[in-house]
């Protein structure tokens, strides 16, 4: 399977757990509409600074109660406030980060924001001037 493909059936996946989620809520308009709404404005809506914030909010959500997150998230955004920030991160600064009280202390969590964003830093600097 190429990487595309790959890819591709990773968002269907991701797509249709989504569908299934927003349909067991009442809503005012179907879960596939109120999707496509809102990729149809989030280009238009949302900078690279937005949606990194956005990916770190998710990494530390995912597993987590809200209302213990989002009490977490001046901490979080202190930490991870941006892509050439979080690039420059090394063991020392997630041992930093751990030692922080008022941050979630999931050290795959922190792991998988300095590895993932350090790669996608990495493979934006060559498309853009950062």
Not at 67 to 77: E, L
């Amino acid at each position: 399977m190429s990487e595309t493909a790959e890819l591709k059936a990773i968002f269907d996946n991701v797509e249709s757990t989504v569908i299934a989620a927003g349909h067991r809520k009442q809503r005012a308009k179907p879960m596939p509409a109120a999707l496509r709404d809102g990729a149809a404005t989030a280009a238009v809506t949302h900078t690279d600074a937005d949606y990194f914030r956005k990916m770190v909010h998710v990494i530390f959500y995912s597993g987590f109660k809200a209302a213990t997150v989002t009490h977490k998230i001046p901490a979080i955004d202190g930490h991870f406030s941006s892509y050439s920030v979080v690039a420059g991160y090394a063991d020392e600064d997630v041992s930093r980060i751990l030692a922080d009280t008022e941050i979630l202390r999931n050290e795959g969590k922190i792991r998988a924001c300095v590895c993932g964003f350090t790669v996608k830093y990495e493979c934006m600097s060559v498309f853009y001037d950062l």
